[in-house]
């Protein structure tokens, strides 16, 4: 079994920064892609980011230039620092990892910005 913990969640002010942690434990015998989800109340669970083990990375149109997905295989943890955070970003934000052939989620972490 493999057990994600995602730490870094808040609230900040429109324009503010925050930086989202998820490491991944358990008996693993193979990682993938790790990657950021969010979901708004009402709405489906998308895409935010992805980073591959090599490192390669997917982004959400709506965060290019804003967020930077970054991940340490040594540690197993995926990292996402957003910037310039807009109310449109308030959401949960939920971890997902590939390990052992199969899809991990964390329990979710709040991100509201607002004034």
């Known amino acids: 079994q493999v057990q994600l913990v995602e730490s870094g969640g808040g609230w900040v002010q429109p324009g503010g920064s925050l930086r989202l942690s998820c490491t991944a434990s358990g008996t693993i015998l193979s990682i993938g892609s790790m990657g950021w989800y969010h979901q708004a109340p009402g709405n489906e669970r998308n895409l935010v980011a992805a980073v591959t083990v090599g490192g390669a990375t997917n982004y959400a149109d709506s965060v290019k230039g804003r967020f930077t997905i970054s991940r340490d295989n040594a540690k197993k943890t995926v990292y996402l620092q957003m910037n310039s955070l807009r109310p449109e970003d308030t959401a949960v934000y939920y971890c997902?990892?590939?390990?052992?052939?199969?899809?991990?989620w964390g329990q979710g972490t709040q991100v509201t910005t607002s004034s």
């Open positions: 997902h990892v590939f390990a052992n052939w199969q899809n991990y």
